[in-house]
């Protein structure tokens, strides 16, 4: 089993959620022969902070610019310019998934900046 818990977007309670959940549960799962890896690869050159996937409401609020404005700020700057390669990371998964003892965690590439 193979668990990952960031999609692009830098949500770091997604990767806080899915290691306290896959945590335990590989210890739950160890004796009956399946592993588990966490897979926590960071930004990806995908669409998913693009205009085809992002809608943005054009509203601004000023007591939200120093946060969500800032999230704006990033999403626009990162579309498109995100260092993972989708390839990459799927050619790893597969080399993870054959190991016949794997990590708990692997891939580990947070690439985390404070909003």
Known sequence: MIATSETGWGDCQSWRTTEGL?????????????KVT???????RIDFLG??????????I???TQTAGAVRS????????????????AAA???LAAQSAPPLHA??????RRH
């Not at 990033?74 to 990371?89: F, Y």
């Not at 891939?107 to 985390?112: D, E, I, K």
């Open 22 to 34: 896959s945590e335990p549960l590989a210890d739950e799962v160890a004796p009956l022969g399946i």
């Open 38 to 44: 966490i897979v926590e690869p960071g930004y990806f």
């Open 51 to 60: 205009s085809r996937s992002l809608t943005v409401s054009p509203a601004r």
């Open 62 to 64: 000023d007591d939200y």
């Open 74 to 89: 990033v999403a626009r700057d990162l579309s498109h310019n995100q260092p993972g390669d989708p390839t990459k990371l």
């Open 93 to 95: 998964i597969v080399e």
């Open 107 to 112: 891939l580990r590439q947070r690439h985390r």
